[in-house]
């Protein structure tokens, strides 16, 4: 029988596996939303942003959220081939990598957005 110290490491590794997939499967709703973008074949384009944001929240990665809940504003104001688009989508795929999940750093993030849409 394992010790306590030994049972709660494996079930935190088992945790970051778990954390691991998640980030994988948003990264992969990404690339799709960029091939979308892409091929002209925006129609669900809004929908699939909502998928990232949806999933996103629902294990916590708050940034991630955020960002995309941003994105689908622009969407809604600019259309999905917008230049403010692919900021989104770049700082979506730096927010799904980060380890950070807190508030601070969603404003970061989205900070950056907004400078890069300035210049």
Known sequence: MKSLPERREAQMRAGMD??????AELCERL????????????????SRVASIRQMAAAYGLTPVARLAEAMERAIAETGPRS????????RLYD????????????????????IQTRM
């Open 18 to 23: 778990g954390m691991l997939v998640v980030r």
């Open 31 to 46: 690339e799709h939303l960029q091939l979308l973008s892409r091929s002209r074949q925006g129609a669900d384009y809004s």
């Open 95 to 114: 927010a799904i990598g980060c380890g950070r999940t807190d508030e601070a750093a969603s404003e970061a993030l989205l900070a950056s957005v907004k």
């Open 83 to 90: 230049c403010t688009a692919g900021l989104y989508v770049d």
